[in-house]
Nanobody, 127 residues
Framework: QVQLVESGGGLVQAGGSLRLSCAASGRTFIKYAMGWFRQAPGKEREFVAAIDWSGGRTFYADSVKGRFTISRVNAKNTVYLQMNSLKPEDTAVYYC????????????????????WGQGTQVTVSS
């Protein structure tokens, strides 16, 4: 059974930074792309960032490009999301997700491309 456990969320003032971590277990982590999504109250879950299985390619939503950085350390089975210059509109529950297909050539930006999800971690940015 695959498990994804997020950590690192919290309350921060606008302009501040947080680093989210997602520890994976249960299958060969290195074979799969990983993604971060977020969901604000009353809104649908939306794509934030993704990284391919090798760590060589990344993709970001326009709303976070230049402020967030996704990375992975395969030896630690962990993916990170460094969030800088946070804004109140970044407030949401953040989820990490694992791609459903190993060594996929395309980075997926929709929830349907991911088959395992973490429990989420709350990020709150105050103005």
């Amino acid at each position: 059974q695959v498990q994804l456990v997020e950590s690192g969320g919290g309350l921060v003032q606008a302009g501040g930074s947080l680093r989210l971590s997602c520890a994976a277990s249960g299958r060969t982590f290195i074979k799969y792309a990983m993604g971060w999504f977020r969901q604000a109250p009353g809104k649908e879950r939306e794509f934030v960032a993704a990284i391919d299985w090798s760590g060589g390619r990344t993709f970001y939503a326009d709303s976070v490009k230049g402020r967030f950085t996704i990375s992975r350390v395969n030896a630690k089975n962990t993916v990170y999301l460094q969030m800088n210059s946070l804004k109140p509109e970044d407030t949401a529950v953040y989820y990490c997700a694992a791609d459903s297909i190993p060594y996929r050539a395309v980075i997926m930006t929709t929830t349907t491309g991911y088959d395992y999800w973490g429990q989420g971690t709350q990020v709150t940015v105050s103005s």
